[in-house]
T-cell receptor, first 115, second 114 residues
Framework: AQSVSQHNHHVILSEAASLELGCNYS??????LFWYVQYPGQHLQLLLK??????LVKGIKGFEAEFIKSKFSFNLRKPSVQWSDTAEYFC?????????????FGGGTRLMVKP | DAGVIQSPRHEVTEMGQEVTLRCKPI?????LFWYRQTMMRGLELLIY????????DSGMPEDRFSAKMPNASFSTLKIQPSEPRDSAVYFC????????????FGPGTRLTVL
């Protein structure tokens, strides 16, 4: 079965610091990859997604992620975080060939940005 | 587009009572998902439907949990009888057809079982 690992459970940064959140998945076949963000008390919203093509994907609010197939990774980055980026971030993988529409989510990374 | 609609937004009930959570997916979407989120276990997929048909309910924790999708615009998740450990936020998400679509999440129902 597909599994998704987010190794950083909690991250604390100061404003303007650079961010990189790790995401690794287990399935070696064709995958679709997603990063969702959940602001405090809110629902999950899509930040960005990768299906094919350029492995460097740009999303909303200055976020980007790079798909590295050889490393089974899809790390999320932002060059300069803001206090408003305080949220929980979830990586998700759609193992499209075997699991249809299902997404497998990582355990989430809680980001706190200090003003 | 109103997005995924869930009701109620908050539910407080007593142990042993029946709880029904409701979801209206985005119009035209043909897949619907129920998730549960807790601090201890994170985000768990409970069940999902394709074209109103349950495809995978392996995440449903016990027989106390049941889900239905009588038509393309409505789904329910029922817990009977409810227990305090069912307290969580329950999210519904929907997805359109085709390979390059993401799931859209509803605002969630925060359930507290006393």
């Amino acid at each position: 079965a597909q599994s998704v690992s987010q190794h950083n459970h909690h991250v604390i940064l100061s404003e303007a610091a650079s961010l990189e959140l790790g995401c690794n998945y287990s399935y070696g076949g064709t995958v679709n990859l997603f990063w969702y963000v959940q602001y405090p008390g809110q629902h999950l919203q899509l930040l960005l997604k990768y299906f094919s093509g350029d492995p460097l994907v740009k999303g909303i609010k200055g976020f980007e992620a790079e798909f590295i197939k050889s490393k089974f990774s899809f790390n999320l980055r932002k060059p300069s975080v803001q206090w408003s980026d305080t949220a929980e971030y979830f990586c998700a993988v759609n193992d499209y060939n075997n699991a249809g529409n299902m997404l497998t989510f990582g355990g989430g990374t809680r980001l706190m940005v200090k003003p | 587009d109103a997005g995924v609609i869930q009701s109620p937004r908050h539910e407080v009930t007593e142990m042993g009572q029946e709880v029904t959570l409701r979801c209206k997916p985005i119009s035209g979407h043909n897949s619907l998902f129920w998730y549960r989120q807790t601090m201890m276990r994170g985000l768990e997929l409970l069940i999902y439907f394709n074209n109103n048909v349950p495809i995978d309910d392996s995440g449903m924790p016990e027989d106390r949990f049941s889900a239905k999708m009588p038509n393309a615009s409505f789904s329910t998740l029922k817990i009977q009888p409810s227990e305090p450990r069912d307290s969580a936020v329950y999210f519904c998400a929907s997805k359109g057809g085709g390979g390059q679509n993401e799931q859209f999440f509803g605002p969630g129902t925060r359930l507290t079982v006393l």
